[in-house]
C-alpha cells in the first residue's frame, strides 16, 4: 500500500542538482510546476511504473510469490500504463480510478555518475488516497501487510493506513513497514515510534532513516538500537550489505556483488520484496536476508526500480517453490 506513481528517469550530472538546490540521494515533494521545469532540465527521460510498494509487490510477482496493491491513480494514459504494469505481472491491483482532481503522480528521479538517485515527487492522484479504498476483502487471502512511510505525509492516507493497520490486525496478518526516506522520518517520528513500537512486525529502513528515527552515529548502533522493537527489523547498508534481526539473533547480510551498478533507484524496494517473500514464506532469516540482496542486486544492473529483460530472468530462482 503506497503513492501510486510513474517514474520519469534521467542520467544527469551532478550540476543539475546544484541548479535545483536538491541533496543527493533524497526525496522531496514537489508541485506540478516545479515538476514541468525540472523537466525541461532530464534529458533523455525513461518513464516506467514505479511507486516504491508498488516496486515491491511486482518483484514479489516476479520472483513467483502472490501481491496485491493499494494505490491511487487517475483514468488517464499514465494511471492506465501504471495499472497495465502491475496487471501484466499478476499483481492484484483493484482501487478505482480517480476521475477528478489530479492527474496520476510521477517521480522525477535524477540519476547522477556515482548511480545515485535524486527523487522529486509530484504526488498528484496519489495524495487522493482514501480509507473507502481499503476494503476486508483485500486482506482475506494475504498473510503480510507492507505499508509505505511517504503516504504518512496525506491526512486522508494517514487515516487509510489507520484503517488497513485495524482490517489486517483483525486477519491475523503481519504488518510490515517502510520508513521511506529521511526526511519523511523527520517530519514524522514521533507517529513512526509509535506505529512501530505498537503496530509494526516487520521494519525496513535503510542506513541513514535508521540513524535519523534512533539518533543513534552508525548503521550498526542504530540496527541494535531497533533490534527488539518488531519482530524482524531490516536496515540496509547499501554496498556493505544490510542487518537483519530479530529480538534474539542479528544477522550481517552480505550483499550480491554487481558491476557496473547503473543505477540504485529501486533497490530498497526489491531488497523488502526478497526479505517479504522469505518470510511469507517461513524461510530462516538468513535465507530471507540473501534472497533480498539477490533481488536488490537484479535492480542495481538496469535504470529504473523494476528488473527488466535480462536483469529480472533470475528473480524466479532466486526462492524456488518446493
Known amino acids: 500500500m503506497g503513492n501510486a506513481l510513474v517514474d520519469v528517469l534521467s542520467q544527469v550530472d551532478d550540476g543539475v542538482l546544484t541548479r535545483h538546490g536538491l541533496a543527493k540521494g533524497s526525496m522531496t515533494l514537489i508541485d506540478l510546476d516545479q515538476a514541468d521545469q525540472l523537466a525541461l532540465d532530464m534529458p533523455n527521460p525513461v518513464t516506467s511504473a514505479g511507486g516504491s510498494s508498488a516496486n515491491t509487490a511486482a518483484v514479489i510477482a516476479m520472483m513467483g510469490g502472490t501481491s496485491g496493491y493499494i494505490g491511487r491513480v487517475f483514468d488517464d494514459?499514465?494511471?492506465?500504463?501504471?495499472?497495465?504494469?502491475?496487471?501484466?505481472?499478476?499483481?492484484?491491483?483493484?482501487?478505482?480510478?480517480?476521475?477528478?482532481?489530479?492527474?496520476?503522480?510521477?517521480?522525477?528521479?535524477?540519476?547522477?555518475?556515482?548511480?545515485?538517485?535524486?527523487?522529486?515527487?509530484y504526488l498528484g492522484a496519489a495524495s487522493a488516497l482514501h480509507p473507502s479504498d481499503v476494503e476486508d476483502s483485500l486482506m482475506q487471502d494475504a498473510s503480510i501487510l507492507y505499508l509505505e512511510g511517504y503516504l504518512w505525509d496525506q491526512p486522508d492516507a494517514k487515516d487509510a493506513i489507520r484503517k488497513a493497520i485495524e482490517l489486517a490486525t483483525g486477519h491475523g496478518l503481519r504488518i510490515s513497514l517502510t520508513l521511506s526516506d529521511g526526511f519523511c522520518v523527520?517530519?514524522?517520528?514521533?507517529?513512526?515510534?509509535?506505529?512501530?513500537?505498537?503496530?509494526?512486525?516487520?521494519?525496513?529502513?535503510?542506513?541513514?532513516?535508521?540513524?535519523?528515527?534512533?539518533?543513534?552515529?552508525?548503521?550498526?548502533?542504530?540496527?541494535?538500537?531497533?533490534?527488539?522493537?518488531?519482530?524482524?527489523?531490516?536496515?540496509?547498508?547499501?554496498?556493505?550489505?544490510?542487518?537483519?534481526?530479530?529480538?534474539?539473533?542479528m544477522h550481517k547480510i552480505e550483499p550480491t556483488a554487481v558491476s557496473p551498478v547503473v543505477d540504485t533507484t529501486g533497490a530498497g524496494d526489491c531488497y523488502a520484496a526478497g526479505v517479504l517473500l522469505g518470510l511469507a514464506r517461513n524461510l530462516p532469516l538468513p535465507v530471507c536476508g540473501a534472497a533480498g540482496s539477490q533481488a536488490a542486486s537484479a535492480a542495481l544492473i538496469n535504470v529504473g526500480a523494476r528488473p527488466q529483460g535480462a536483469a529480472a530472468e533470475p528473480l524466479r530462482t532466486?526462492?524456488?517453490?518446493?
Open 77 to 121: 494514459d499514465l494511471g492506465r500504463a501504471f495499472a497495465n504494469a502491475l496487471g501484466d505481472l499478476g499483481v492484484a491491483f483493484d482501487t478505482e480510478y480517480a476521475t477528478s482532481g489530479p492527474r496520476t503522480g510521477r517521480s522525477l528521479v535524477l540519476v547522477t555518475p556515482d548511480a545515485q538517485r535524486t527523487m522529486n515527487t
Open 318 to 322: 532466486i526462492l524456488p517453490v518446493g
Open 186 to 249: 523527520e517530519g514524522h517520528r514521533s507517529e513512526f515510534v509509535d506505529l512501530i513500537d505498537n503496530h509494526v512486525d516487520i521494519l525496513f529502513a535503510n542506513e541513514a532513516e535508521a540513524m535519523t528515527l534512533t539518533g543513534a552515529e552508525s548503521g550498526l548502533e542504530a540496527a541494535e538500537v531497533l533490534q527488539g522493537r518488531c519482530d524482524v527489523v531490516a536496515v540496509t547498508l547499501g554496498e556493505h550489505g544490510s542487518l537483519l534481526s530479530t529480538p534474539d539473533e
